[in-house]
């Protein structure tokens, strides 16, 4: 694993916490930021220890994006070597819930990064926008399909194609933000929130998302047997046996993640 330079990790009772760290570029996403990133998620989705993953950013935003300068003199024969976007790819295959803690700025990659997080807590007055446009390109790590799927195509293209921000009441009204809270509590709401989830069963988290995701990709029927199988797959786990032999002595589960 590489050592990280632009971000930091910890892990709190079950919390993998990654902590975006470029605070004066506001978080902006360089390449070496993104597969830092990736690695980090990489590692807590093989601990144990680690049963839900939330990621935030240090100072006022959550992230302005991919790294401007960084970009700005490229050339698409360059990017398409460089094949950047499959560290991206990387993100959508991991298996234990992330919880986005975001707050200020969650623009173009930011709010690409956002989008890949299975649940999101935004504090009061957080503005999401895909500002791309305005600098003559189009979001490329995900934004125009995962924005899509999410909130349909109408509101999609207003948005891609405007770049206006998006209040956290819109991208709440619109299934974007699970919940809203004051940004000083911010934090403490979502980790309050991670430590809840970190409390379950870890195999029934991990098998939930996975069929929740396939809802996204497939048909229904499609998608109702495959969901079945994770079901009957949870059968073989010894946190199955504990959580309904608990149930029946009346007594708390203890659940082991195996
Ligand atoms: N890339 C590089 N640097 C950035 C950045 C970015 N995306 N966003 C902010 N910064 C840097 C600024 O250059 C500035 O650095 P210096 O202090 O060294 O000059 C510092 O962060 C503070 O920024 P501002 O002075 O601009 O602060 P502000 O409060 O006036 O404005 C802002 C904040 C609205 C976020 C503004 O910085 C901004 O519009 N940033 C760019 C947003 C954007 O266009 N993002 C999309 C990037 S493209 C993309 O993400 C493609 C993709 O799909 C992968």
């Not at 996204?216 to 032999?245: A, C, I, P, T, W």
Request: aromatic residues 8%.
């Amino acid at each position: 694993m590489i050592s990280f330079q632009f971000i930091e990790t910890s892990i709190i009772d079950g919390v993998g916490l990654i902590e975006l760290n470029r605070p004066k570029q506001y978080n902006a996403l360089n390449r070496r930021m993104v597969r830092e990133i990736v690695e980090a998620m990489e590692s807590f989705d093989q601990q144990d220890e680690v049963v839900t993953i939330l990621i935030t950013g240090k100072g006022r935003a959550f992230s302005a994006g991919a790294d401007i300068d960084e970009m700005a003199n490229e050339d698409s024969i360059r990017l398409e070597l460089l094949n950047q976007f499959a560290d991206w790819d990387r993100l959508g295959l991991i298996k234990k819930p992330i919880i986005g803690a975001v707050k200020g700025f969650v623009l173009g990659g930011g709010f690409e990064l956002a989008l890949c997080c299975d649940l999101l807590i935004a504090a009061s007055g957080t503005e999401f926008s895909f500002p791309e446009v305005n600098i003559g390109v189009m979001p490329g790590a995900g934004g125009t399909q995962r924005l899509t799927k999410l909130v349909g195509r109408t509101k999609a293209l207003e948005w891609l194609l405007t770049g206006d921000r998006i209040s956290v009441e819109q991208a709440q009204e619109h299934g974007i933000v699970n919940r809203i809270v004051a940004e000083e509590l911010l934090m403490e709401e979502a980790m309050k929130f991670a430590n809840k989830l970190a409390k379950q069963p870890p195999l029934s988290l991990r098998l939930i998302k996975d069929s929740v995701n396939k809802a996204v990709d497939h048909s229904l029927y499609e998608g109702m047997q495959y969901e079945r199988k994770n079901f009957y797959l949870l059968f073989s786990s010894q946190d199955q046996k504990e959580g309904m032999q608990a149930f029946i002595e009346r007594r708390k589960p203890h659940f082991n993640g195996r």
